[in-house]
């Protein structure tokens, strides 16, 4: 399949118009329409339908395979463009919000560096599209496992940190004066699912979604009693509301992990450096 074919008919599927592809594209619509059309030429297949402008049951599995394609060839071309390139003299970091801790504070020098602060799943793709020059990504792990992180590309990847964990938990509640906390205590109660951010147990009642970066905002709704939010103790002890109680179990902690296109040079080198120095899991 030709990937220009595959770029366009995934642009009309997600803008749901083949008008509104050729504006991003920059292509004429009658172009868009003649690439749709020598697609579904090539598989035999019909793949949008056209008014309304939605994927059929055979452009639906297609797209399943065509995100991770279109960004696996973005991340062939930036990796080999980046061969010849010179070392930048400054550094774009990507990370996700929990990243943006005590180690990154104080590894980050005083002036020199982009900092993109972007949900975990978007990072790895950021790194290997040559979006950033290293990539800072957190998440839950088994203690000294390490993250499962979508495979976008041959990436380096280095523990950074590791921390244990806690529930957020509104000052009223019964748990709150407790010592600690198992998941298995909680089989009740509601969370605040808020993806990248805060994380609810699989299979969890849901009381709120909560679909932002901040994390003020959101120890603000679990203390205010909307759901209850597992959180990195740090993060949540620094909250200024509700109480944060340690997590016992599962056996879980916070983990970060350094993400860079193979070794990383100049600027970008001296940043891993310090972000990685010492103990790589330690807080």
Do not use: K
């Amino acid at each position: 399949m030709d990937p220009h074919l595959l770029r366009t008919f995934t642009t009309v599927a997600r803008l749901a118009s083949f008008s509104a592809a050729a504006r991003e594209l920059g292509y004429t619509q009658s172009a868009v329409s003649q690439h749709i059309a020598a697609l579904e030429g090539d598989l035999r297949v019909e793949l949008l339908t056209r008014r309304p402008v939605a994927p059929t049951a055979a452009g639906a599995r297609l797209l399943e395979h065509a995100g991770p394609l279109l960004l696996r060839l973005d991340a062939a071309r930036a990796d080999v463009l980046r061969l010849g390139a010179a070392p930048p003299g400054r550094v774009v970091l990507a990370a996700s919000p929990l990243s943006v801790g005590p180690r990154l504070l104080a590894a980050l020098p005083a002036c020199g560096v982009t900092l993109h602060v972007l949900s975990p799943a978007d990072v790895p793709a950021a790194v290997a599209t040559g979006g950033c020059d290293l990539g800072l990504v957190d998440g839950l792990a088994a203690i000294s496992d390490p993250l499962r992180l979508p495979d976008v590309a041959p990436l380096t990847v280095t523990g950074v940190a590791q921390e244990p964990l806690a529930v957020l938990l509104p000052a009223g509640h019964p748990c709150a004066g407790r010592a600690g906390l198992r998941l298995d205590d909680l089989a009740d109660a509601r969370w605040i699912d808020a993806p990248g951010i805060g994380t609810a147990p699989p299979g969890a009642r849901t009381a709120l979604r909560y679909e932002g970066t901040d994390l003020h905002a959101l120890c603000a709704l679990a203390a205010a009693g909307h759901g209850l939010v597992v959180l990195p103790l740090r993060v949540a002890r620094a909250a200024g509301a509700g109480v944060a109680v340690p997590l016992t179990g599962p056996r879980l902690v916070h983990r970060s992990e350094l993400l860079s296109p193979g070794t990383p040079t100049g600027a970008a080198a001296a940043l891993a450096a310090r972000l990685t120095a010492g103990s790589p899991y330690g807080i």
